[in-house]
Structure formats: structure tokens, C-alpha cells
């Protein structure tokens, strides 16, 4: 099986610290788009690149914040690990330090996600019926540490399954790689990346309706396409879930692009809402838990720092990395500590049921 190698971040390669910006920039024309669409971005390109030259015309390094090690462990999976005598570390959060000036990702993040989000809204994608499943497979592997403390261990990724009821009215269903199947159904909460591997707990029921947290894929199809007003959504619904809002955002975010299949216009707007997050900036070369190499955009907080991952040619949405972001007592900065690889999006008519035809 393969598993996302480790790449420290206190090393850097020549290629981050002499960006090459033709990487990032925009796309060529795109059919549809208008010719003033296109002289904006041209434009808006032209100052990004002046802005970042110094004398010499070098290209101005970008900087990176680096925050303690404050937490790196996933608290849903505790529960499944402390069975075995290993339990996931989780000590009390502290807030992200703000971004001085700085209202929206790094512009080459930005670029990036214009990218993307281009892609997904030329993405063509079957309608799900209200009585189907969302089925999506990966492939997961989550870091555990001991009880007595020390680096923690990384196991080789396994297969994970997921059937989720469209409407939310039917029972779904949880398969992971050597563990009993798993019922989700309208009385447990639906596990996202965080929860990987996790049990739903006895008598935990959805007390409200479907959520941005406990989305089902109607709710996903109904959120609103203005990236504005989506991330103004996402930020409301999250309130509560941590001190650092910009993270909470697109920690949600990227749990909606893991486990839902999201119309193209709903997928596109989540990247263009990610983009308006300020932190967030690029990472050049990641690997998924497959080993598919892609280009990523991360964000640190609480010391470890999250990547989505997408393919460098198609701009597909790849799966998800956390790393360490700086050294400690779990390992050196740039450690795994978990990893994802999404390989199939599809409909189908009944829990545990296999599509005919793989999509992704």
C-alpha cells in the first residue's frame, strides 16, 4: 500500500525558494469566457508580478508563518484507538496568530484556486436522485500517539468506503479496511475527515436538520454559488467550533470537497470561497495517500498545517494532507500526520452497493 512520503517544511527545495510564478499563471482562454473576464485577469496577473519583483528582478521570497506545535492529533479518532492502548493527543487550542494586512490567500493561492474552480465548473456530472447514495471512495491513514507521548506512528493507508443518502432519509453506511461495517443513518452523526475510523457513539442523533457539519448531498446541491455569501454561510454555521474562524472555514471547506460530490457550480464555489480566506498559500509538490503527485493550498494553525491536494494538469481535487508544521515532541516539522486520497465519486441506488461505472 502506498502512503504520502514525509517532506519536511524546514527544508526547502531550490523550487520553492525561487518560485517559478509561469506555474501559476492564469489559464489560456477558456471557451465562454468573455474577452473583458479576460483583460481583467490579465491585469490583475500583470500587478500580482510587479508587486512581487525587487530590485535585481529577483522575485520576492513569500513569507511563512511558523506557530508552536499545539495540536496535531484527530479527537474523533481517540475513541477508536484508546480500545487498543493508543490514544491520539489533543491538548487545549490556542488561537492562530492573525495575518497582518491580509484579507484573502496569497495571491498565487488565489490564482491557483481561480484555476480550480474553472475546472469544476467545466466538470460534467450526473444529477443524484433524492432516493440514491453518494458513494465515495479513498484511501485514509491517521498518526497515533502512545499514552506515555513520544513521535507518532504512522500506519500504511487503507481502503475506506462511504454510501451516504442523498436526502438524508436513509440509512448509509461506513466500510473501513479491517474493521466491522458501520450504520449512519439519521440516528448518528456523519463522520467527516476528522472522524475517519471512528465509531458513531451510542444515542448520538442529528438534532437539526442537514448543516455545512452534517451535510447530505441536497443540502450541499442547495448552498449558494456567491462565494461571498457561501463563505459568510460556512463561517455562521462553524461559529463555536474553534478560536480561529479563517480556519474553521477552511477546515469545513475541505471536508465538503472530501465526502460530498457537489454539483460543479456548488464545487466552484467552495474553491472561489477559499480563496477570500487570508493564509492560505501554496505548496508546490504533495503527494496523496495513493501516491499521486499534485500541487496543494494549505493552511497552518494550532501547528500543523492542512494541504488540499490537486492534480497539476487537470486541476481535479486530489485529497487532503496534515503536516506537522513545526518540530516537537511527536516528530519533525513536516511529519504526516494524515493523509487521504479520494478514487471514487459516484450515485448508486442502495447502500453498499458498487457503481458500475467509476467516477470520479
Given at each position: 500500500?502506498?502512503?504520502?512520503?514525509?517532506?519536511?517544511?524546514?527544508?526547502?527545495?531550490?523550487?520553492?525558494?525561487h518560485?517559478?510564478?509561469?506555474?501559476?499563471?492564469?489559464?489560456?482562454?477558456?471557451?465562454?469566457?468573455?474577452?473583458?473576464?479576460?483583460?481583467?485577469l490579465?491585469?490583475?496577473?500583470?500587478?500580482?508580478?510587479?508587486?512581487?519583483?525587487?530590485?535585481?528582478g529577483?522575485?520576492?521570497?513569500?513569507?511563512?508563518?511558523?506557530?508552536?506545535?499545539?495540536?496535531?492529533?484527530?479527537?474523533?479518532?481517540?475513541?477508536?484507538?484508546?480500545?487498543?492502548?493508543?490514544?491520539?493527543?489533543?491538548?487545549?487550542?490556542?488561537?492562530?496568530?492573525?495575518?497582518?494586512?491580509?484579507?484573502?490567500?496569497?495571491?498565487?493561492?488565489?490564482?491557483?484556486?481561480?484555476?480550480?474552480?474553472l475546472?469544476?465548473?467545466?466538470?460534467?456530472?450526473?444529477?443524484?436522485?433524492a432516493d440514491?447514495?453518494v458513494?465515495v471512495?479513498?484511501?485514509?491513514?491517521?498518526?497515533?500517539?502512545?499514552?506515555?507521548?513520544?513521535?507518532?506512528?504512522?500506519?500504511?493507508?487503507?481502503?475506506?468506503?462511504?454510501?451516504?443518502?442523498?436526502?438524508?432519509?436513509?440509512?448509509?453506511?461506513?466500510?473501513?479496511?479491517?474493521?466491522?461495517?458501520?450504520?449512519?443513518?439519521?440516528?448518528?452523526?456523519?463522520?467527516?475527515?476528522?472522524?475517519?475510523?471512528?465509531?458513531?457513539?451510542?444515542?448520538?442523533?442529528?438534532t437539526?436538520?442537514?448543516?455545512?457539519?452534517?451535510?447530505?448531498?441536497?443540502?450541499?446541491?442547495?448552498?449558494?454559488?456567491?462565494?461571498d455569501?457561501l463563505?459568510?454561510?460556512?463561517?455562521?454555521?462553524?461559529?463555536g467550533?474553534?478560536?480561529?474562524?479563517?480556519?474553521r472555514?477552511?477546515?469545513?471547506?475541505?471536508?465538503?470537497?472530501?465526502?460530498?460530490?457537489?454539483?460543479?457550480?456548488?464545487?466552484?464555489?467552495?474553491?472561489?470561497?477559499?480563496?477570500?480566506?487570508p493564509?492560505?498559500?501554496?505548496v508546490?509538490?504533495v503527494?496523496?495517500?495513493?501516491?499521486?503527485?499534485?500541487?496543494?493550498?494549505?493552511r497552518?494553525?494550532?501547528?500543523?498545517?492542512?494541504?488540499?491536494?490537486?492534480?497539476?494538469?487537470?486541476?481535479?481535487?486530489?485529497g487532503?494532507?496534515?503536516?506537522?508544521?513545526?518540530?516537537?515532541?511527536?516528530?519533525?516539522?513536516?511529519?504526516?500526520?494524515?493523509?487521504?486520497?479520494v478514487?471514487?465519486?459516484?450515485?448508486?441506488?442502495?447502500?453498499?452497493?458498487?457503481?458500475?461505472?467509476?467516477?470520479?
Amino acid at each position: 500500500m502506498n502512503t504520502a512520503p514525509r517532506r519536511p517544511t524546514d527544508h526547502r527545495s531550490e523550487e520553492t525558494e525561487h518560485p517559478d510564478l509561469t506555474g501559476l499563471l492564469a489559464p489560456p482562454p477558456v471557451p465562454g469566457m468573455t474577452r473583458d473576464r479576460e483583460l481583467l485577469l490579465r491585469e490583475a496577473l500583470l500587478r500580482d508580478a510587479a508587486r512581487n519583483r525587487v530590485p535585481g528582478g529577483a522575485c520576492a521570497r513569500s513569507a511563512r508563518s511558523r506557530r508552536h506545535l499545539v495540536r496535531f492529533a484527530l479527537p474523533a479518532l481517540a475513541c477508536a484507538l484508546a480500545a487498543v492502548g493508543v490514544v491520539a493527543v489533543d491538548p487545549p487550542e490556542r488561537g492562530a496568530a492573525p495575518v497582518a494586512g491580509r484579507h484573502t490567500a496569497a495571491p498565487e493561492a488565489a490564482r491557483l484556486l481561480d484555476r480550480v474552480a474553472l475546472a469544476a465548473a467545466r466538470t460534467q456530472r450526473p444529477a443524484v436522485r433524492a432516493d440514491q447514495f453518494v458513494y465515495v471512495e479513498s484511501r485514509v491513514a491517521y498518526a497515533a500517539q502512545s499514552a506515555g507521548g513520544g513521535p507518532v506512528s504512522m500506519p500504511p493507508a487503507h481502503r475506506r468506503q462511504v454510501w451516504s443518502s442523498a436526502d438524508g432519509r436513509r440509512a448509509g453506511l461506513l466500510r473501513e479496511e479491517g474493521g466491522p461495517d458501520t450504520r449512519l443513518g439519521t440516528d448518528a452523526p456523519r463522520r467527516g475527515l476528522d472522524g475517519r475510523g471512528a465509531t458513531p457513539g451510542p444515542g448520538a442523533s442529528r438534532t437539526a436538520g442537514p448543516s455545512v457539519t452534517e451535510p447530505t448531498h441536497r443540502f450541499v446541491a442547495s448552498l449558494p454559488v456567491d462565494p461571498d455569501a457561501l463563505l459568510e454561510l460556512i463561517r455562521d454555521e462553524t461559529r463555536g467550533q474553534g478560536r480561529d474562524p479563517d480556519q474553521r472555514a477552511f477546515t469545513a471547506i475541505g471536508e465538503l470537497l472530501a465526502e460530498t460530490w457537489a454539483p460543479p457550480a456548488v464545487e466552484a464555489a467552495l474553491y472561489r470561497a477559499a480563496a477570500r480566506i487570508p493564509g492560505v498559500t501554496v505548496v508546490r509538490t504533495v503527494a496523496d495517500a495513493a501516491g499521486r503527485e499534485g500541487v496543494a493550498v494549505a493552511r497552518t494553525a494550532y501547528g500543523r498545517q492542512t494541504q488540499w491536494i490537486f492534480d497539476r494538469t487537470t486541476y481535479a481535487f486530489l485529497g487532503e494532507r496534515t503536516v506537522l508544521a513545526e518540530a516537537g515532541d511527536a516528530g519533525p516539522a513536516g511529519t504526516v500526520v494524515g493523509t487521504s486520497a479520494v478514487l471514487v465519486r459516484a450515485a448508486v441506488d442502495r447502500a453498499g452497493e458498487l457503481p458500475a461505472r467509476r467516477t470520479t
